[in-house]
């Protein structure tokens, strides 16, 4: 168990152009399992590779359990890795698989059988051992790999997009399956992923980086509710954040949060809006509109009304809809970071 | 994918006219090397009769055929011994891009691209006993006393050295390109996760990468063996066999006795000797291909 | 992208893997290309430099020459025979060409389980030695009353110069996505029509690696025209110039090296640029 810390870790592919990866600054806790969020081209992956030593950075350093290991390679690091492919050795058994990591650092053959079965074991793939990757599922072949990368009993995991390859119905099994591992195992998890839900359901804390610059780094609600800047806000939460122009200021408000006025109590912001479009999507309806009139006319709104709510809603309708005061989030107009709240003169 | 009415017969129309040249132009005289083999078939003869195994038995009678034998297994396995482990290391040494690594393809392409008989006598000029340049090197580092240099092609050790030598130049940049495609087939992950796993470069090439390859390091070596087995034309340009037939391999023992010697059958049962190792091959090839289909 | 020394991770206080990387190019490009080099001051070498052997073969001890150039070109059969090579090789591909695209395509689209089976029998087929056929084959050449003729190796030649084309181009046509041909059929073609109006041009690149590979088989072939052709006037270059280029004992070989020097040259240049290509028909059907 380890801590992982980054100081102004680069690395630049191109000379001149903003590189992959920019002055990143983390510091993990122990036992964290942290997720590393962003669209591709983020830098996330090379990040993760450069704390593993498959990539060499341009300038910082990196630090595991208070060790400098920036120009140590992989293996005298004490991390494992699980890529988004697994990269099971395919002409090995799956008992081959696991105790390859023990065989290269030479742990005494007769230690190794004991081991291996302990990580089998804590995976649940026993029966599986004599068979070859090729014969396994997506997810006895995750196992395998999880077996693998626990059977040296690292410091850190390392873990490269692993549910991606895995079709979605087994993604969210696959996902509670990682979740408990973590909490049997205990060990610090660094998590690279593009899907804001799995970052949201499986993080103790998300990083949250775009274009090589960390943007945010916060527990799942920290970063849904107090996003720092407008990419944070727009990331995370599926339809995005409403962004309303207001002149001097963005103003955002999520879409759970827009509702007809009747059903909002204490203060809130009034908005007129043309409903354009319904989508009854069973638990909820999925409003598109446009707000109306006043100085900020015409922008688009998206609003989530549960279907609890069975208030009449139609297509071409122009409703009073509002939104409470403590949702309201101000963005400055270059930047997008978050600023203090102001008075707002629409309509 | 709709097969429709026309296409039923469309296919062995367009399939048939190849099928019948290979047939008709291998088929014909690949039957008629067995016959040849079994018969009594000279240049100048007419007809055809019989004689069973008599041709087999005389050509195994005579001693020249018997080392002509043992040569070809020889060389062939000397040849690709060499060519297996030299193209590894050049294949391992090309995997990644590097500044004019486009001009030493280029270079090391030449042995098998230029015509066989053309860098045998390339070789030939280069082993001369009198000019040979590999001597007028060795003299003047001091190797080998003047008047006392290595006959290449005159000596019979030598002489198969050279063979062997030469047989391996010519195949070492096909192999080259096999195993260098086959290294580019693994996914990169894995040698990264061997890194990860603690592996040096070592454990990883010899425990991870050479396993991996072995479907298509198994297809260099299958072709190489025939490419060498079954080729007259490095001995022939060299040594024309000599000296005293140390270094003759099957198939040129077949073309001196069948075309230059007239004696047909001769020649064709002396090249049925080549039969039990292309059916081995290609048994082995077969099998090769498909193990890797399940992978 | 990253250096993929991945394999190594980041080292430090090691070797760099590039110096020994130059060392193992450099032995391996001067072990496999020195004889070229050879050949080419061979050529220019005068004879009484050639032929001393107290001279530095490394130097031209005398100033270059163009004799064996001369001497090449003018009183030999030479440029006879890289004629006949050129003629002939067309030929051969032209006729390569007619016979394997169809049986390439037929296999790859037309025929189920079967078709399988005889794409690997065609391979099997390459298999197959000269040096196993010549004997017989001399006489079925004999028969047709080819002897002595370049007809000969015109009609012989396709048969390895066949199997190896149609299991190129089969693996290239299988590359294309059948759904072309359907969307073409649904358009009005009959299928041989989408054949020939679709498939044919989209597969341009791959026929042309089958015409370089297919000449560079006809260029590099020995015993056939051995065995089959006996006057030095209908010789191709790969036996001419090995076998005629000599008088009585003697060697000619400045004009020797000359000759294997301007045989090679032009066919690696042409190999190499389409090699890329050869890599992947080859082991797309080797390793299916």
Redesign the interface.
Known sequence: MAIVETKDLTKVFKQGQLGAVNDVNLLTREGEFMVFLGPSGSGKTTLLRMIAGLEEPTRGDVLIGGRVVTRLPPRERRIAMVFQSYALYPHLSVYKNIAFPLRAQKVPKAERGPKVEWAAGLLGIGELLDRKPRELSGGERQRVALARAIVREPSVFLLDEPLSNLDAKLRASAREELTQFHKRIGTTTIYVTHDQVEAMAMGDRIVVLNKGLVRQVGTPREVYDEPADTFVATFLGSPPMNLIDHGDVLVGFRPEHLLPTALIEGPAVAITARVTGVEYLGNERVLYARIQDGRFGDQRLIGRLPSVYRVEVDEGEVVALGVPERNLRFFTKDGGRRTEPRGLAWQ | ????R??RW??????A???L??AG??G???V??F??SVGD?TVGSVGYHFVGLANFRSVLQNPAFRGALWHSFVFTIAAQLIVIV?AN??A?????P?RGR?L????????W???????????K??L?S??S?VN?ALVSLHLVKPFDTPMWLGEPSLAMISVILVHA?RM??FST??L???LT?I???????????????W??HF??TL??M???IS?ALLFGI?FTF????VV??LTRGGPYDSTHV??SY??FA??LGGS?AE??AA??F??PI?VL??WA??R??HR???? | MSDSAGARGVRRGRLPPGVLRWAVVLVFSVLLAFPFLWMGITSFKQTTDLYNIKNNPFLFNLPPTLEHLKLLFNETLFLRWLLNTAGAGALVVLITLVLAVPAAYALARLTGRWGQRLGIGIFLTYLIPPTLLFIPMSRVVALLGLQDSLWSIIVVYPTFTLPFSIWLLMAFFKSIPRELEDAAMVDGLTRFGAFLRLVVPISLSGILTVVIFSFTLVTQEFVYALTFISSAKNQTVSVGVPIYLVRGDVYYWGSLMAACLISSLPVAVLYNVFLDRFIAGFTVGAVK
């Open positions: 994918m709709a097969v429709t026309q296409d469309l296919g062995p129309a367009m399939f006219p190849a099928l040249y290979i132009l291998v014909v005289p690949l008629l090397a016959l040849y078939v030299g290391v050049l391992l040494a090309l995997r990644n590097f486009g030493v393809r280029f270079l090391t392409l030449l042995p691209v230029a015509p066989i008989s053309l860098g045998a006598i390339g070789w000029w280069i001369d009198i000019y340049v007028w130049w070492l940049p390109v096999i260098l495609a086959g087939a996914p990169r992950d894995i040698p990264e996760a061997a890194a990860v796993d603690g592996a040096g470069f454990r990883t425990e991870i396993p991996m072995r479907p298509i297809v025939v079954t080729d007259m034309t022939y340009i099957v198939p077949a073309f069948g075309i047909l020649g064709a090249s049925i080549l039969v292309l091959v290609a090839m077969l090769v291909a890797s289909e399940v992978v």
